[in-house]
């Protein structure tokens, strides 16, 4: 039994995973199938979760009342990097780097947050409530590649986040907004129904008995009220109450008893002056969607940031590259270079000196390029952290080589625009400027707010209800029936609310004046001092985008000129040390004089690429504090926003790398080229002065 039990037990399992996953049970039974690849990363619930509703009453009415869960964050890697190594490196192109990054960076993931947290704001105040606030600054917690500060952009806060606009006791530029949400509190927009259920026995002694006719009173009472409350726009509160209670009591003189005691008042609140309109009572609900703006420009800022310290990574990964492959032509040519005067030594034709310098400038050598390996790897390392959520020790990752297979392209000619354009285009899409004109609207909203605060609260209210009574005749009062009290049950009672036997109306207002009033003109005049503050704020930030740009155009041009100086420098040293080289082997040149081309080609080749690297830094700054960072990259900020990246960014200016071609099919990246043992001198005689080496003829 107990096996055919677990046998049941079995196919019902299976039955209930092929109609829960027919598609795969469907693969794995073809012939042939391909194994299906691990399942991808779920994303974040709060990127597909619209948090500015409340949870539905259908079908569960009782979700409002029970904690929603957010998924927790991912900490996987996206496939693509691994999908990027070929024989054991990582061939990374700058494209695919960005594109990585808006996936896996954590400084975008981080920033991702804010949209939504924006949107519970923006929940809060539909419901009557206050804005929490969100930090809009920029997240820069991806060490490397930093480069230049955009304009507008304050220091580190806390978590690695710069301060900005739209968070409440937070602002941008030298500004505060400590007055945000300044004014008198809205009505609660949400209803709310309260009940009251209570049962009471009470036993009292009394000392005169004339009015109950015993000497203890026994009373048992139960009451049920149940109550309504609304506020509306317009300032406008509406409570509708009912009031019941069931009395049973021991007195001979009541005439009923049980009593069936029923009650309605409904009442309406008018705020006249303060807390009067509609504009004002959803001020808040207009400053939390601003906000939710905000935070949009924010991310955006974020993603321009981030992809520009990518590129910068990039760009110190291709110079270190570079400058590594430097460093090894130097070193091999200084060790062939030893290798021939040490031959020249044992023949007599060198002194032994020569050697000695020789042996010097390898050593150099060798430790100019443990330097730019160490660095090397190290921008290897900063690129690899800014790429990946989770870098542990053990990853195969951790341990591979990238090779960036993107290198600088110079144009013919630099089409840039002019200065006025650039300062233009900055201030029409420049997310910090956005951010603020958008909090230079909220101040005035607030301004708005705390002016209507000064008033006094002068309230109009007006209530009208009925009361109800029935229950059983007494039968210890021998005079209950000719009381005529009603007789019936709760529906009785409750009737006669209504009925208009028993109204209850009234009309009437409240009047509250401060009569020293200087909280509320101390937040006025505050309100109106941050506002102007951030009038001059916005123009200042205005004019230091202009002078950043300015800046950013001047500093292309120069580095485009560094370029082509730098190459002509390193055509003029290659070229000096080749014809240096040659009289040197004719021997009409000394060992020094090779020595200082050599040294002066090393320079020149370092130059060239450091030239090149500040020219490709200079544009991404000039994208950046322009605003271009997107537009130029083909990257979709909605792409961005969710992480689903189905368009690949398309980096202007770059060209394939002829040496990580190469390097793809060589054995190592940071091989050392082959040592040369320097071989001690023999001691000779004192040689006799012999004539220069005749050149050989052709």
């Known amino acids: 039994m107990s096996f055919l039990r677990n046998d049941w037990l079995r196919k019902l399992t299976c039955a209930i995973c092929l109609a829960t996953f027919p598609a795969a049970a469907q693969q794995n039974t073809q012939p042939g199938a391909v194994p299906p690849s691990a399942p991808q990363p779920k994303l974040p619930e709060p990127l597909h979760v619209d948090y500015t509703k409340p949870a539905p009453l259908v079908p569960n009415p009782f979700a409002r009342y029970i904690p929603r869960d957010v998924r927790p964050p991912v900490f996987t890697n ?239 990964l291709v110079n270190a590259y570079e400058d590594f492959k430097v460093k090894s032509r130097s070193l091999a040519l200084a060790q062939k270079t030893l290798s021939d005067n040490q031959k020249q030594v044992e023949i007599g034709t060198l002194a032994p000196l020569d050697v000695v310098r020789a042996q010097s400038t390898v050593a150099a050598a060798e430790q100019d390029l443990i330097v730019s390996k160490t660095n090397l ?94 229950g059983q005749l007494n039968p210890r009062n021998p005079g209950a029936a000719a009381a005529g009290a009603p007789v019936g049950g709760f529906g009785d009672a409750f009737g006669n609310i209504f009925n208009g036997s028993a109204p209850d109306r009234g009309l009437g207002i409240n009047l509250n004046i401060p009569i020293g009033n200087r909280v509320a003109q101390a937040t006025q005049i505050r309100s109106r001092l941050e506002y102007r503050q951030a009038q001059l704020g916005l123009k200042s930030l205005e004019n230091q985008i202009a002078i950043f740009v300015r800046q950013d155009a001047f500093t292309v041009e120069q580095n485009r000129a560094h370029v082509a100086a730098a190459q002509k420098a390193q055509v003029l040293a290659q070229q000096t040390l080749d014809a240096e080289q040659k009289k040197y082997n004719l021997g009409a040149s000394t060992y020094l004089a090779v020595l200082s081309d050599e040294r002066d080609l090393a320079q020149a080749e370092s130059n060239l690429v450091s030239a090149m690297t500040n020219y490709a830094k200079a544009k991404v700054q000039l994208d950046r504090d322009t605003a271009q960072t997107l537009g130029h990259l083909n990257i979709k900020i909605d792409e961005a926003t969710t992480g689903e990246i189905k368009t690949q960014p398309t980096v202007p200016g770059t060209v394939v790398n002829k040496n990580a071609l190469q390097d793809l099919t060589s054995p190592g990246t940071l091989q050392q080229p082959t040592q040369v043992q320097p071989a001690t001198p023999q001691p000779t005689p004192t040689p006799q002065p012999t004539p220069p080496p005749r050149p050989p003829k052709f």
């Open 377 to 470: 790897q190290l921008q290897q390392l900063f690129m690899k952290n800014a790429l990946t959520r989770n870098l542990p020790s053990d990853s195969p990752v951790t341990q591979l080589d990238i090779i960036p297979t993107d290198t600088v392209q110079i144009p013919d000619q630099e089409n840039l625009g002019s200065a006025d354009e650039l300062i233009k285009m900055a201030l029409a899409n420049r997310p910090d400027f956005i951010e603020q004109k958008i909090g230079l609207t909220n101040s005035e909203i607030n301004l708005k707010g705390a002016n209507n605060g000064l008033l006094p609260t002068l309230d109009l209210f007006a209530f009208y209800g009925g009361t109800g009574l029935a």
């Open 78 to 316: 996206a496939p693509k990097l691994e999908q990027l190594v070929q024989n054991g490196k990582i061939m990374l192109s700058l494209n695919d780097a960005i594109s990585i990054a808006l996936t896996d960076n954590l400084d975008i993931a981080v920033a991702r947050y804010n949209l939504p947290i924006a949107d519970t704001d923006l929940l809060r105040t539909k419901a009557g409530a206050s804005f929490q606030g969100v930090l809009t600054g920029v997240v820069q917690n991806t060490p490397g590649g930093t480069g230049t500060t955009a304009a507008g952009v304050s220091g580190a806060g806390a978590g690695g986040t710069s301060a900005g606009a739209g968070g409440a006791g937070t602002g941008a530029g030298g500004t505060v907004g400590t007055t945000s949400g300044a004014g008198p509190a809205p009505p609660n927009f949400d209803p709310s129904i309260n009940g009251t259920l209570q049962f009471q026995r009470q036993s009292v002694p009394l000392s005169n008995v004339v009015t109950t006719g015993v000497a203890e009173l026994s009373q048992n009472q139960t009451i049920a009220n149940l109550s309504y409350v609304q506020g509306f726009a317009p300032g406008t509160n509406l409570s509708v109450g009912f009031q019941n209670s069931r009395v049973t009591s021991n007195n001979i003189f009541n005439t009923l008893n049980p009593t069936l005691n029923s009650s309605f008042v409904a009442q309406i609140n008018q705020h006249l002056l303060q807390g009067f309109g509609v504009s004002l009572n959803t001020r808040l609900i207009r400053i939390a969607k601003n906000n939710r703006k905000i935070t949009e420009e924010a991310f955006r800022q974020q993603v321009i940031s981030t992809v520009s310290q990518i590129e910068n990574i990039y760009w110190d």
